[in-house]
């Protein structure tokens, strides 16, 4: 029971793999063996035919994730902590693990509630240890006002390190250079 629980959804396999992410994409730390606690972050636009192109993803360990915190600026980190990490959230995704997370944790933006059909742009994040879902906490999605909302209060020297940062983890699919011209990347 408590394995299926913790099973990590296929959503976070690296589509430029096809398969689970086994390393850090920074380091190249082995993940699999359940050492060392890591997160992955995925970013899905909709096309015109409706598909959720993948246009970056990122597994980084916890070590990495923190030194990469570190380069934001103190506000653009101040922003996120007071934005993001707030009571709501927490008690949201907790709540959701309590309950059947695999069956709901996609559906709505856990910051603004709304469905994210109806977003043309979210990420996927979550917390994992080798091949389980870190306990209590749930992967959540963030929807596109989230994610501009954020883009719109980071420092420009936040703002100029993610885009250098970010830009190596693209997606496998050609069609995102395309879309990569005039995008903003936002991490968390
Ligand atoms: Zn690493």
Redesign the pocket.
Known sequence: MSEIKRTIPKKFYSDSEGKPFTK?R??D?DLSDGKVPYSIEKAFKKTEEGEDLTLFELA??V??AEKQGKKMSKDSRAFIQKTMMTPKFFERRNKMWGEKWQDKWQDKCIFSNTDISAHSEYHVVGHFVGNQVIEHQSPFVIGQEMLEYIQENLSLETKEELDQFGRQFLGPDPRIAALMEDYQFVMV
């Open positions: 850090c920074v380091c730390v980084i360990c070590h990495c």
